[in-house]
């Protein structure tokens, strides 16, 4: 349920009438109106404050089906269940490198790209199977179904937008020209008007393979700078879709992100003495 200002509730017909009332002041062809720096990425902050896409091994994905993996009441109330198989921080690479490509695009017309740019812009080895996993994690995300609703700040009210749709639509593989194309749904441009995590492509890099560590920086980097809020161990843990059974191995193995946070610059991170974690500023670093 709705806290706080909501005022009214957007449908389907009210889509269409912003659409073709406002398009120059909502942009809703787009992703957003003027498009992020190159060695920039964006990404609402839903889909990365939940475990929309886990920490998961790819041997461990699981088939989900209407399954929650976000829900929140707070500033932006709003609820994301999910459909397919489980997506892990490899597939969200690949997903936002295409939305990087679609991001001064209008979403209905299709993006075409070489597999070979994109292993090279994801600074990929151009081999076979590197290859094979982005095809592989292309056909994932273009099978992930979303529904639900999320809030957003449009004029001088808030809004209830319900949606229900695939992450990536219309994927084809032309295997003559080794390239891919795909296009995305309208209604995502609804989720990156406003609550968005902007971050530098180069920074998530550095992080490599450790997946912990690529969902911890996103979602510290979806908070304000002087946020203060002290998160347990627990929460985290199951934030992030860890199968971890082990408290205390997982405890150990987010001590070492936090560390690593450190070491490369991006956050300042502690684990306290009652299992909880808080993030200072960076002009602690």
Not at 37 to 52: H, Q, S, T, Y
Not at 186 to 213: A, G, H, P, W
Not at 226 to 254: E, H, I, M, P, W
């Amino acid at each position: 349920m709705f806290k706080g200002n909501i005022v009214s509730s957007m449908n389907e017909n009210s889509f269409n009438q912003i659409k073709l009332n406002n398009n120059n002041e909502f942009g809703v062809n787009k992703l957003i109106n003027k498009p992020w720096a190159d060695k920039c990425a964006c990404l609402p902050n839903e889909f990365i404050r939940g475990w929309l896409f886990s920490v998961c091994k790819p041997n461990e994905r699981m088939k989900l089906n209407d399954h929650v993996v976000y829900d929140s009441d707070g500033v932006y109330p709003s609820s994301i269940v999910f459909t397919g198989e489980q997506l892990c921080q490899n597939d969200l690479d690949v997903m936002m490198m295409a939305y990087h490509y679609c991001r001064d695009k209008r979403l209905s017309d299709n993006v075409e790209v070489k597999i070979s740019k994109f292993c090279k812009d994801l600074k990929w080895l151009i081999k076979s199977g590197k290859k094979e996993k982005i095809y592989q994690a292309l056909t994932r995300l273009s099978k992930a179904k979303i529904k639900g609703y999320i809030s957003r700040k449009l004029t001088d009210k808030n809004y209830k937008i319900e949606f229900e749709f695939n992450l990536i639509q219309n994927l084809y593989f032309d295997e003559v020209n080794k390239s891919v194309s795909f296009n995305l749904n309208e209604k995502m441009k609804f989720f990156f008007l406003s609550n968005v995590t902007r971050i530098q492509r180069e920074d998530r890099e550095k992080l490599e393979r450790c997946k912990l560590s690529k969902w911890l920086h996103l979602f510290f980097s979806s908070h304000k700078i002087n946020n203060k809020y002290k998160y347990k161990v627990a929460t985290l843990k199951s934030l992030c879709g860890s199968k971890n059974k082990d408290f205390y191995s997982f405890r150990q193995k987010l001590g070492q992100v936090c560390f690593s946070l450190e070491k490369y610059g991006l956050h300042l991170v502690s684990i306290d003495k009652d299992n909880k974690v808080i993030r200072k500023s960076k002009d602690s670093l």
